[in-house]
């Protein structure tokens, strides 16, 4: 009997390590629509080109900014459709925040980060 326990700990074990291990995608551990979450402050900035970049904005996209695979899975996240984030718009916010090492060129989707 205690060895049937100590094997099904073990396959439950491996099964939880497999997940953390081979389930971390563009942002870590984390989902893209949970990440998407930390860039409320972004929202207007994403629908309109010419709307103003807030601060706060700039300060979320500095912390992603070396993760630029979690930033374009956010912004082509299903959260961030139902907020109505247009890409072609957010794929330039870092520009827009003055981001000197943005990863120009990098393909997002459809777009590229200019």
């Known amino acids: 009997m205690n060895n049937i326990f100590f094997l099904v700990l ?55 900014g070396q993760k630029i695979a979690c930033l374009c899975a956010i912004v082509l996240s299903n959260t961030a459709k139902i907020f109505g984030v247009k890409p072609e718009i957010a794929v330039t916010i870092p520009k827009r925040c003055n981001i000197a090492d943005r990863p120009v060129g990098y393909k997002c989707g459809d777009y590229s980060v200019p």
């Open 10 to 64: 073990l396959v439950i074990l491996g099964l939880i390590n497999h997940g953390e291990v081979y389930g971390a995608g563009e942002c870590g551990i984390s989902s893209p629509d949970k990440e998407a979450r930390k860039l409320a402050p972004c929202i207007s900035a994403t629908m309109d080109a010419n709307a103003p970049v807030s601060d706060r904005c700039c300060n979320q996209i500095k912390k992603l």
